[in-house]
Nanobody, 119 residues
Framework: VQLQASGGGLVQAGGSLRLSCVVS????????MGWYRQAPGKQRVLVAT???????NYGDSVKGRFTVSRDNAENTVYLQMNGLKPEDTAVYYC??????????????WGRGTLVTVSS
């Protein structure tokens, strides 16, 4: 199973970016997908997750600005980031928790994509 993220880059404060992450490989279904981020010198923290049924969960710092969504048919998760702030600067990691067989669920991480917000 591999996760390939795209869409990071440099943006000015107040701007927008959209991240995408495709999960490839043999999976039965993916109950949970989403995004975490890690700023320099800090721990990795939750940005947002979305279930296969569409239920979402957001970190407090991004509520009202970021929107997570997914395409179940394409095993793809998206993160629309609006109203970006310099403190959103971080490496963003795609996350997925798929069933890899009938009895095993496992966590997978993408390599990360850098988002830099200039003031």
């Amino acid at each position: 199973v591999q996760l390939q993220a795209s869409g990071g880059g440099l943006v000015q404060a107040g701007g927008s970016l959209r991240l995408s992450c495709v999960v490839s490989g043999r999976v039965f279904s993916i109950p949970s997908m989403g995004w975490y981020r890690q700023a320099p010198g800090k721990q990795r923290v939750l940005v947002a997750t979305v279930s296969s049924g569409g239920s979402t969960n957001y970190g407090d710092s991004v509520k009202g600005r970021f929107t997570v969504s997914r395409d179940n048919a394409e095993n793809t998760v998206y993160l629309q980031m609006n109203g970006l702030k310099p403190e959103d600067t971080a490496v963003y990691y795609c996350y997925a928790r798929p069933w890899i067989n009938q009895i095993t669920m496992r966590d997978y991480w993408g390599r990360g994509t850098l988002v830099t917000v200039s003031s």
